[in-house]
């Protein structure tokens, strides 16, 4: 069992940043590729980016290539995501999944066996 723990959401104004956390615990090591996800109201969850813990290969949707980074810290099993330039439409709660894959870990977006319980992030215009 993998436990999944978001913390950094919160209210910006368009153009700022954001750092999201995921910190996992329990058997981490059944894992090998981690994702951010995120769902704004009345639309459908989306993949946002993902890592591969191994070797650290990373994924992005179109909407947030140039503006987010994910980066992992294994000694803390902690990923993050530095979100910037920050866009009214990246409004929406935002998830932390993790699970192993024998090759992509993106997008798989229904696939992610492990989710942690989400953190708001809201950009005001």
């Known amino acids: 069992q993998v436990r999944l723990v978001e913390s950094g959401g919160g209210s910006v104004q368009a153009g700022g940043s954001l750092r999201l956390s995921c910190a996992a615990s329990?058997?981490?090591?059944?894992?090998?590729?981690m994702g951010w996800f995120r769902q704004a109201p009345g639309k459908e969850r989306e993949g946002v980016a993902a890592?591969?813990?191994?070797?650290?290969?990373?994924t992005y949707t179109d909407s947030v290539k140039g503006r987010f980074t994910i980066s992992l810290d294994n000694a803390k099993k902690t990923i993050y995501l530095r979100m910037s330039s920050l866009k009214p439409e990246d409004t929406a709660m935002y998830y932390c999944a993790a699970d192993s894959f024998s090759d992509d870990c993106y997008p798989r977006l229904n696939e992610y066996k492990y989710w942690g319980q989400g953190t708001q992030v809201t950009v005001s215009s």
């Open positions: 890592i591969a813990t191994g070797g650290g290969r990373t």
């Open positions: 329990g058997s981490t090591s059944t894992t090998n590729c």
